[in-house]
């Protein structure tokens, strides 16, 4: 009978029999009773055959939980490997919601933000699409295509020092006009976003720069003088010229500091129309009507709310159609838009506004992670297969009575749950240590990473730590649900046969990504290594980089050989393998030959010698005075590219550059260097040295003193007295060198942490499995001992199945890993040889982390007093 | 009128149950129809139709008092929802229609 009618029915019931209990006897009474109670029996009435579930799941979940929490805390050591190693993957991939969540608020604050677009370019022969357009484009859009409510540009161009009151401060960013904050919805603190941008010479600066520069007086119509060194907006410091006076700003507006969250960094905005001003007296480049040149100017504009992006892409076709009507810019150049939303995170692109981590290295990032929570999840369901033996009984008295499939799979799943959310707890414990570590990477010093987290990311770690538990404990929840309770409860080595096939593969497998790591890491630390010994070809030993910052070098140089210590000085453009240099495209004067790429370096006379370049033909640079700089040095390459037989044949040769109608003279030939950066290019590149002071950016000092820091202290006294303004910037030659590979070393730092996080992991569910099963095989092992088996054949029969396992897994991965890594490596220039020999060392060490793993349990096992272990039973 | 799925037995409880008002439990309802009807019935019966009419939604239900003769259980008393009114008042009214339509017919019959 339904519980819920029970009461009634027996209510009626008493009634009835009370009533005819009056008409009649007690035994007729009694019998029309009975008939009526049979008479009860109908679908409506009895409770389903199957039962109600709804009526106790509270207790069973509380159940689950309960046998859950005991099973954990019973199996301390496997309830710590699962926790951990579950632990430590998802602290990684907390890391990477907490980046992915720190870039997804970027620009989320614009009103328009569903309608704006980035327009950039792409061409057949770029590799990476240019974020940056022509400077017209915005003008164009704006009054020839309807479907285009607004434009604006940001011209690159504001870098150098302003000044107010005496006090200098550097300042950073681009021109642009009104439309800007039609556009973007940065709000302005004081000032009229109308007309802030309109008037010539007018200045919008952050609030946080007002602060550093105004100390608390109202800036609104201040007059700064404004000095540009043509710094880079991006904040590395680039092209380094002498200050040229761009006249007196009025500031005009500041922008309110929200918190806003943008891809667009800047520090100052200066108004489009100054730049007329400046053109008119050469001061910058007049492109406004060219549209031959993309790098100077970003293109953003507003949709109507009725257009689409495809809308916007047509009407960029129709201008790369009409504007380029006879030639394109580049084969195959295009234009599109980019949503705001998918700048950042974004994909990768050449020229950027700001520096942003780019989507694929996100997706890199991700993939690592996920290998590694594979891992992690692999363990579990290993260790809860293994420990299926002594759980199967319980399973199957759950089943008899009464437990059904489901019930099973909601013990285990509640089981592996609990598990995820106490890994949860640790991880985020965890996530303080990975976080600090990767904050101190030296890619981000570029990169503003803000990883505080929100309660919605916080939110999403839980739905997070749950679905790791639903896929941690699927395999296992499936599989052990399905033991048939009488094979179980009878004899349960029947429901063994065959399940150790998918624990070894899934060991195997574990440890083949552990090793294909392994290989990976020791190959990218050879790599990283050799880069740091790399045989450059030049001399850097004693020798001191100072950055010029626009002052004259015949007053430094003059200045700095007084110094003692000092022995010589030379001046360049740029510091060879930086990574920068200058493109010009030369050939043999009047010939028909194709021209050929040269990396020009201007230096000095003194330049050859004090590096140790080697001259083979010809003389070193004049030094400098008028009409000396049209002699060039060039290098061995060179020489073979042009088509010379010899060196000494391409002296006093007239080369032609392209596009200049200027002619060089060859003077000298030099034996090839190392001048491009190490991962960009060999040393077989073309090179040409010229003496042009104007383009001097570094001085080199060879310092030969018995106190080095005596010596530098010296040259800073006599910096101070040339530079009053900039700070003193030096480096010594070979750590410089050395800090070219930071990028480098952070994907080493990364590989090799993810590495030893895979290793970790492995390892634990190894040490699991190893303990396990030689406690399952005590008895045995007991047995034999007592039969006369020494120690080296117990020990030798425990650890058979590990080493074959770890000997499948290297079986596997070497090769694959080899093969893998060789794809990379084969377009990398500069490379470290790569063979056997590495992947062997990764298969020794994976195969002596993995006996060092078990060699506690077997040496315990296989000491282990056979009494002990017979004794109770 | 479709999809009401009452049937005969059905509605005559719930007519029942309509006329008993707050009396309607269970036994007085078989009480009140083997008395109408003249026939005995089972508690099962009655019981069985109240819980599918509940089901259907054309009764509600709710707790009575115990009395000394139900052993200290108490009464459910049932009353029939708006629904069940309106579907007793269109049944009435097709059968009063189809009455209705009956001589008219027979008399045409006769001219032929």
Same mark, same amino acid.
């Given at each position: 009978?339904?519980?819920?009618?029970?009461?009634?029915?027996?209510?009626?019931?008493?009634?009835?029999?009370?009533?005819?209990?009056?008409?009649?006897?007690v035994?007729?009474?009694?019998?029309?009773?009975?008939?009526?109670?049979?008479?009860?029996?109908?679908?409506?009435?009895i409770?389903n055959?199957?039962?109600?579930?709804?009526?106790?799941?509270?207790?069973?979940?509380?159940?689950?939980?309960?046998?859950?929490?005991?099973?954990?805390?019973?199996?301390?050591?496997?309830?710590?490997?699962?926790?951990?190693?579950l632990?430590?993957?998802?602290?990684?991939?907390?890391?990477?919601?907490?980046?992915?969540? =720190?870039?997804?608020?970027?620009?989320?604050?614009?009103?328009?933000?569903?309608?704006?677009?980035?327009i950039?370019?792409?061409?057949?022969?770029?590799?990476?699409?240019w974020?940056?357009?022509?400077?017209?484009?915005?003008?164009?859009?704006?009054?020839?295509?309807?479907?285009?409510?607004?434009? *604006?540009?940001?011209?690159?161009?504001?870098?150098?020092?302003?000044?107010?009151?005496?006090?200098?401060?550097?300042?950073?960013?681009?021109?642009?006009?009104?439309?800007?904050?039609?556009?973007?919805?940065?709000?302005?603190?004081?000032g009229?976003?109308?007309?802030?941008?309109?008037?010539?010479?007018?200045?919008?600066?952050?609030?946080?720069?007002?602060?550093?520069?105004?100390?608390?007086?109202?800036?609104?119509?201040?007059?700064?003088?404004?000095?540009?060194?043509?710094?880079?907006?991006?904040?590395?410091?680039?092209?380094?010229?002498?200050?040229?006076?761009?006249?007196?700003?009025?500031?005009?507006?500041?922008?309110?500091?929200?918190?806003?969250?943008?891809h667009?960094?800047?520090?100052?905005?200066?108004?489009?129309?100054?730049?007329?001003?400046? !053109?008119?007296?050469?001061?910058?480049?007049?492109?406004?009507?060219?549209?031959?040149?993309? =790098?100077?100017?970003?293109?953003?504009?507003?949709?109507?709310?009725?257009?689409?992006?495809?809308? @916007?892409?047509?009407?960029?076709?129709?201008?790369?159609?009409?504007?380029?009507?006879?030639q394109?810019?580049?084969?195959?150049?295009?234009?599109?838009?980019?949503?705001?939303?998918?700048?950042?995170?974004?994909?990768?692109?050449?020229?950027?506004?700001?520096?942003?981590?780019?989507?694929?290295?996100?997706?890199?990032?991700?993939?690592?992670?996920?290998v590694?929570?594979?891992?992690?999840?692999?363990?579990? *369901? /290993?260790?809860?297969?293994?420990?299926?033996?002594?759980?199967?009984?319980?399973?199957?008295?759950?089943?008899?009575?009464?437990?059904?499939?489901?019930?099973?799979?909601?013990q285990?799943?509640?089981?592996?749950?609990?598990?995820?959310?106490?890994?949860?707890?640790?991880a985020?414990?965890?996530?303080?240590?990975?976080?600090?570590?990767?904050?101190?990477?030296?890619?981000?010093?570029?990169? /503003?990473?803000?990883?505080?987290?929100?309660?919605?990311?916080?939110?999403?770690?839980?739905?997070?730590?749950?679905?790791?538990?639903?896929?941690?404990?699927?395999?296992?929840?499936? &599989?052990?649900?399905?033991?048939?309770?009488?094979?179980? @409860?009878?004899?349960?080595?029947?429901?063994?046969?065959?399940?150790?096939?998918?624990?070894?593969?899934?060991?195997?497998?574990?440890?083949?990504?552990? @090793?294909?790591?392994?290989? *990976?890491?020791?190959?990218?630390?050879?790599?990283?290594? !050799?880069?740091?010994?790399?045989?450059?070809?030049?001399? *850097?030993?004693?020798?001191?980089?100072?950055?010029?910052?626009?002052? =004259?070098?015949?007053?430094?140089?003059?200045?700095?050989?007084?110094?003692?210590?000092?022995?010589?000085?030379?001046?360049?453009?740029?510091?060879?393998?930086?990574?920068?240099?200058?493109?010009?495209?030369?050939?043999?004067?009047?010939?028909?030959?194709?021209?050929?790429?040269?990396? #020009?370096?201007?230096?000095?006379?003194?330049?050859? =010698?004090?590096?140790?370049?080697?001259?083979? #033909?010809?003389?070193?640079?004049? #030094?400098?005075?008028?009409?000396?700089?049209?002699?060039?040095?060039?290098?061995?390459?060179?020489?073979?590219?042009?088509?010379?037989?010899?060196?000494?044949? #391409?002296?006093?040769?007239?080369?032609e550059?392209?596009?200049?109608?200027?002619?060089?003279?060859?003077?000298?030939?030099?034996?090839?260097?190392?001048?491009? $950066?190490?991962?960009?290019?060999?040393?077989?590149?073309?090179?040409l040295?010229?003496?042009?002071?104007?383009?001097?950016? &570094?001085?080199?000092?060879?310092?030969?003193?018995?106190?080095?820091?005596?010596?530098?202290?010296?040259?800073?006294?006599?910096?101070?007295?040339?530079?009053?303004? &900039?700070?003193?910037?030096?480096?010594?030659f070979?750590?410089?060198?050395?800090?070219?590979?930071?990028?480098?070393?952070?994907?080493?730092?990364?590989?090799?942490?993810?590495?030893f996080?895979?290793?970790?992991?492995?390892?634990?569910?190894?040490?699991?499995?190893?303990?396990?099963?030689?406690?399952?095989?005590?008895?045995?092992?007991?047995?034999?001992?007592?039969?006369?088996?020494?120690?080296?054949?117990?020990?030798?029969?425990?650890?058979?199945?590990?080493?074959?396992?770890?000997?499948?897994?290297?079986?596997?991965?070497?090769? $694959?890993?080899?093969?893998?890594?060789?794809?990379?490596?084969?377009?990398?220039?500069?490379?470290?040889?790569?063979?056997?020999?590495?992947?062997?060392?990764?298969?020794?060490?994976?195969?002596?982390?993995?006996?060092?793993?078990?060699?506690?349990?077997?040496?315990?096992?296989?000491?282990?007093?056979?009494?002990?272990?017979l004794?109770?039973? | 009128?479709?999809?009401?799925?009452?049937?005969?037995?059905?509605?005559?409880?719930?007519?029942?149950?309509?006329?008993?008002?707050?009396?309607?439990?269970?036994?007085?309802?078989?009480?009140?129809?083997?008395?109408?009807?003249?026939?005995?019935?089972?508690?099962?019966?009655?019981?069985?139709?109240?819980?599918?009419?509940?089901?259907?939604?054309f009764?509600?239900?709710?707790?009575?008092?115990?009395?000394?003769?139900?052993?200290?259980?108490r009464?459910?008393?049932?009353?029939?929802?708006?629904?069940?009114?309106?579907?007793?008042?269109?049944?009435?009214?097709?059968?009063?229609?189809?009455?209705?339509?009956?001589?008219?017919?027979?008399?045409?019959?006769?001219?032929?």
């Amino acid at each position: 009978m339904k519980k819920e009618y029970l009461e009634e029915i027996e209510g009626d019931m008493e009634e009835v029999f009370q009533e005819s209990l009056e008409a009649h006897s007690v035994r007729k009474a009694k019998r029309i009773y009975t008939f009526e109670a049979l008479k009860l029996f109908r679908p409506v009435l009895i409770k389903n055959l199957v039962g109600d579930y709804r009526l106790n799941n509270y207790g069973m979940f509380k159940n689950y939980f309960k046998v859950g929490v005991r099973n954990i805390l019973k199996y301390k050591t496997f309830s710590f490997i699962n926790v951990f190693g579950l632990a430590v993957a998802m602290s990684v991939c907390m890391l990477i919601m907490l980046m992915l969540a =720190d870039q997804k608020q970027s620009d989320q604050f614009h009103v328009k933000k569903e309608r704006v677009y980035r327009i950039i370019c792409t061409a057949d022969d770029y590799v990476l699409p240019w974020a940056s357009t022509a400077v017209p484009l915005a003008g164009t859009l704006k009054t020839d295509y309807p479907i285009i409510e607004e434009a *604006t540009q940001l011209i690159k161009g504001i870098g150098g020092d302003v000044n107010y009151k005496g006090k200098t401060m550097e300042i950073r960013g681009f021109f642009s006009d009104p439309a800007f904050f039609n556009v973007f919805s940065f709000e302005l603190e004081k000032g009229d976003k109308n007309t802030c941008l309109t008037m010539p010479n007018a200045m919008v600066i952050t609030s946080s720069y007002a602060k550093l520069l105004f100390k608390g007086e109202d800036p609104i119509g201040k007059i700064v003088q404004l000095e540009d060194r043509r710094l880079d907006h991006l904040g590395i410091d680039g092209e380094d010229i002498r200050p040229v006076d761009w006249g007196q700003y009025t500031i005009t507006g500041v922008i309110a500091d929200l918190g806003y969250k943008s891809h667009l960094k800047f520090d100052a905005l200066v108004s489009v129309a100054t730049m007329k001003g400046l !053109h008119r007296e050469k001061k910058t480049p007049n492109l406004t009507d060219n549209w031959w040149n993309f =790098d100077h100017c970003y293109t953003y504009a507003v949709l109507k709310p009725e257009n689409t992006s495809e809308d @916007l892409n047509t009407v960029l076709d129709h201008i790369v159609a009409t504007k380029y009507e006879d030639q394109k810019p580049e084969k195959g150049f295009e234009m599109e838009g980019q949503k705001l939303g998918n700048i950042s995170p974004g994909p990768f692109m050449s020229i950027p506004i700001s520096f942003r981590m780019p989507i694929e290295a996100y997706y890199i990032l991700s993939f690592f992670a996920v290998v590694i929570m594979l891992l992690a999840c692999l363990n579990y *369901t /290993n260790l809860s297969i293994a420990r299926s033996l002594t759980r199967a009984k319980e399973i199957g008295i759950r089943k008899v009575t009464g437990g059904k499939r489901k019930d099973i799979i909601y013990q285990f799943f509640s089981e592996s749950i609990i598990t995820t959310l106490l890994a949860l707890v640790m991880a985020v414990l965890l996530l303080l240590f990975v976080k600090e570590a990767f904050m101190n990477l030296w890619i981000n010093k570029y990169i /503003n990473f803000n990883l505080e987290g929100t309660l919605s990311v916080y939110l999403v770690f839980i739905v997070f730590a749950l679905f790791i538990g639903i896929i941690a404990g699927f395999y296992p929840a499936l &599989h052990m649900s399905g033991y048939r309770p009488i094979a179980v @409860l009878k004899n349960f080595d029947m429901a063994r046969r065959g399940k150790l096939g998918i624990r070894k593969i899934l060991n195997i497998s574990q440890f083949s990504v552990s @090793l294909f790591f392994i290989v *990976t890491s020791i190959l990218l630390y050879n790599q990283l290594r !050799h880069f740091l010994e790399f045989e450059y070809g030049f001399n *850097t030993e004693n020798i001191i980089n100072i950055e010029l910052q626009s002052n =004259d070098y015949s007053i430094v140089s003059h200045e700095f050989s007084t110094v003692p210590g000092v022995t010589a000085i030379s001046a360049c453009s740029f510091i060879p393998t930086s990574g920068h240099g200058e493109g010009r495209l030369l050939k043999i004067a009047g010939s028909e030959e194709e021209y050929q790429l040269f990396t #020009a370096l201007q230096t000095d006379d003194g330049f050859i =010698d004090n590096l140790g370049l080697k001259l083979v #033909a010809g003389s070193n640079l004049p #030094a400098s005075e008028n009409g000396s700089d049209h002699f060039i040095v060039i290098n061995e390459f060179a020489v073979k590219k042009l088509g010379y037989g010899s060196a000494a044949e #391409a002296i006093g040769q007239v080369l032609e550059v392209k596009r200049g109608k200027e002619v060089l003279q060859v003077i000298g030939v030099i034996e090839d260097f190392q001048f491009k $950066a190490l991962f960009e290019q060999d040393r077989n590149a073309s090179l040409l040295l010229r003496n042009q002071p104007v383009k001097y950016q &570094h001085v080199n000092l060879r310092v030969v003193s018995g106190n080095l820091m005596n010596t530098i202290e010296a040259l800073e006294e006599k910096w101070k007295a040339i530079d009053p303004v &900039h700070t003193f910037k030096y480096e010594f030659f070979d750590e410089q060198l050395d800090s070219m590979h930071s990028f480098f070393n952070d994907v080493v730092s990364i590989v090799g942490s993810i590495t030893f996080l895979a290793i970790v992991i492995s390892c634990l569910g190894l040490l699991g499995i190893s303990i396990y099963t030689t406690e399952r095989r005590t008895k045995e092992i007991g047995i034999r001992k007592v039969l006369g088996a020494g120690v080296f054949n117990v020990a030798f029969l425990v650890s058979r199945e590990f080493l074959r396992l770890l000997a499948m897994a290297v079986l596997i991965a070497a090769p $694959a890993s080899f093969f893998a890594n060789n794809v990379w490596l084969q377009n990398f220039p500069n490379r470290v040889s790569f063979g056997i020999g590495t992947v062997s060392l990764g298969s020794a060490i994976l195969l002596v982390l993995g006996i060092l793993t078990i060699i506690t349990q077997i040496i315990s096992v296989s000491n282990r007093n056979p009494v002990e272990s017979l004794r109770d039973e | 009128m479709k999809k009401t799925k009452l049937g005969e037995f059905e509605e005559l409880v719930l007519l029942t149950v309509v006329v008993l008002q707050e009396e309607a439990y269970g036994v007085e309802i078989k009480r009140e129809l083997e008395e109408r009807l003249n026939e005995r019935l089972s508690v099962g019966s009655i019981q069985s139709a109240l819980k599918r009419m509940e089901q259907k939604g054309f009764l509600t239900s709710e707790f009575g008092e115990a009395t000394k003769k139900r052993g200290g259980k108490r009464k459910r008393i049932y009353s029939a929802t708006p629904y069940a009114h309106r579907v007793l008042t269109e049944m009435k009214d097709v059968r009063a229609g189809l009455w209705a339509s009956m001589p008219k017919l027979a008399y045409d019959l006769k001219i032929i």
